[in-house]
T-cell receptor
Framework: DADVTQTPRNRITKTGKRIMLECSQTKGHDRMYWYRQDPGLGLRLIYY???????NKGEISDGYSVSRQAQAKFSLSLESAIPNQTALYFC?????????FGPGTRLTVL | GENVEQHPSTLSVQEGDSAVIKCTYSDSASNYFPWYKQELGKGPQLIID?????GEKKDQRIAVTLNKTAKHFSLHITETQPEDSAVYFC????????????FGKGTKLTVNP
């Protein structure tokens, strides 16, 4: 959905590097999410935020941190990347029944 | 916490046939069950959902059924078309809406022309 954008779309980095994935939305939604997708494992929730001052850990938050800079921006950081964080990362926004996903960021940690 | 199991992991059908994907959930408090379709290179997109006070919901060629007693729900696609080929995810939430969804592992559907 073009209303939810993610940058970068692809990133290759090395073990131990700090990396930030950014998400922006023009939908005006308060709720934003970060998911990780691995082959055969589906989508797993990393962090979610219901407004700028409300940030919550999801199922697999270890090794990740987030920042909600504004209603429209939600960033995911890997402080010290490791190879098993290689995955496809999705940002999403929601209003009640529907989550709207961005196009994803493919991250490779060597 | 909630656990959602999805079967099969892959499904291949001929164009025009029906496809059925099944999910089971563990938390009896779950009350919202959406289905998402993910096309290659894109993020998932909601295609249909059902709440626990409803047993069945239809939208053109797709339908979802829910059995609360057995804690399972299914996606039915009739008259499949090649453009239905995608990965489908079921999910469950006890929050009444799309907050804190727990997703199944996905089903890769291939519709052969």
């Amino acid at each position: 959905d073009a209303d939810v954008t993610q940058t970068p779309r692809n990133r290759i980095t090395k073990t131990g590097k700090r990396i930030m994935l950014e998400c922006s939305q023009t939908k005006g939604h308060d709720r934003m999410y970060w998911y990780r997708q691995d082959p055969g494992l589906g989508l797993r929730l990393i962090y979610y935020s219901f407004d700028v001052k409300d940030i919550n850990k999801g199922e697999i938050s270890d090794g990740y941190s987030v920042s909600r800079q504004a209603q429209a921006k939600f960033s995911l950081s890997l402080e010290s990347a490791i190879p098993n964080q290689t995955a496809l990362y999705f940002c999403a926004t929601s209003v009640w029944d529907t989550q709207y996903f961005g196009p994803g960021t493919r991250l490779t940690v060597l | 916490g909630e656990n959602v199991e999805q079967h099969p992991s892959t499904l291949s059908v001929q164009e025009g046939d029906s496809a059925v994907i099944k999910c089971t959930y563990s938390d009896s408090a779950s009350n919202y069950f959406p289905w998402y379709k993910q096309e290659l290179g894109k993020g998932p997109q909601l295609i249909i959902d059902i709440r626990s006070n409803v047993g069945e919901k239809k939208d053109q060629r797709i339908a979802v059924t829910l059995n609360k007693t057995a804690k399972h729900f299914s996606l039915h696609i009739t008259e499949t078309q090649p453009e239905d080929s995608a990965v489908y995810f079921c999910a469950a939430s006890s929050q009444g809406g799309s907050e804190k969804l727990v997703f199944g592992k996905g089903t890769k559907l291939t519709v052969n022309p």
